[in-house]
């Protein structure tokens, strides 16, 4: 089974600041990685993901995520900030093979941008 | 683009009511998944489906069940609805091979 944490609840920053959003999984499998967007009375939007390869990953809007299997982590960042990255983003973790594809997700990060 | 529908926005339903939740995607993918979302707690797989008339249950199946007679939809009911059961209702698409999901906007349901 899978786990994913999200080390922050809530992130507060102000607009052209750097940001990053922290992310740990656990797993006894090797695995796919995610980071979704949810704006607010949306659903959620696919920013980025890790099947392979490099382990820096670059995402849309300005995102990038990098793979860290050591520390088993898969922090997100983005160097500049904007009023519209306001939103709530999720990590969330697949194992390969057959298991259909089930996500689990991590509890979200409320990120904040302020002017 | 995939396109997941979900057919309602809002609900309200009263407390013991039988509730359907339905999700349309227009893809041909073989794989849904209904999830539910609270604050603080992300988002917990209630139930997928992975065929037509195939599920499996996810880690909160308690006070829900799921259909799928066609590839197209899938159907999230509510037996006796309760007031814990107030939430937002997600509905996905799997797109395969490490793709990732394609979410319907969502049902956010008040049982009162």
């Known amino acids: 089974a899978q786990s994913v944490t999200q080390l922050d609840s809530q992130v507060p920053v102000f607009e052209e600041a750097p940001v990053e959003l922290r992310c740990n999984y656990s797993s006894s499998v090797s695995v796919y990685l995610f980071w979704y967007v949810q704006y607010p009375n949306q659903g959620l939007q696919l920013l980025l993901k890790?099947?392979?390869?490099?382990?820096l990953v670059k995402g849309i809007n300005g995102f990038e995520a990098e793979f860290n299997k050591s520390q088993t982590s898969f922090h997100l960042r983005k160097p500049s900030v904007h009023i519209s990255d306001t939103a709530e983003y999720f990590c969330a973790v697949s194992a390969g093979g057959t298991s259909y594809g089930k996500l689990t997700f991590g509890q979200g990060t409320i990120l904040t941008v302020h002017p | 683009d995939v396109k997941v529908t979900q057919s309602s926005r809002y609900l309200v339903k009263r407390t013991g009511e039988k509730v359907f939740l339905e999700c349309v995607q227009d893809m041909d993918h073989e794989n849904m998944f209904w999830y539910r979302q609270d604050p603080g707690l992300g988002l917990r797989l209630i139930y997928f489906?992975?065929?037509?008339?195939?599920?499996e249950k996810g880690d909160i199946p308690e006070g829900y069940s799921v259909s799928r007679e066609k590839k197209e939809r899938f159907s999230l009911i509510l037996e006796s609805a309760s007031t814990n059961q107030t939430s937002m209702y997600l509905c996905?698409?799997?797109?395969?091979?490490?793709?990732?999901?394609?979410f319907g906007s969502g049902t956010r349901l008040t049982v009162v």
């Open positions: 489906s992975y065929d037509v008339k195939m599920k």
């Open positions: 890790y099947l392979s390869g490099s382990t």
């Open positions: 996905a698409s799997y797109t395969g091979a490490g793709g990732g999901y394609t």
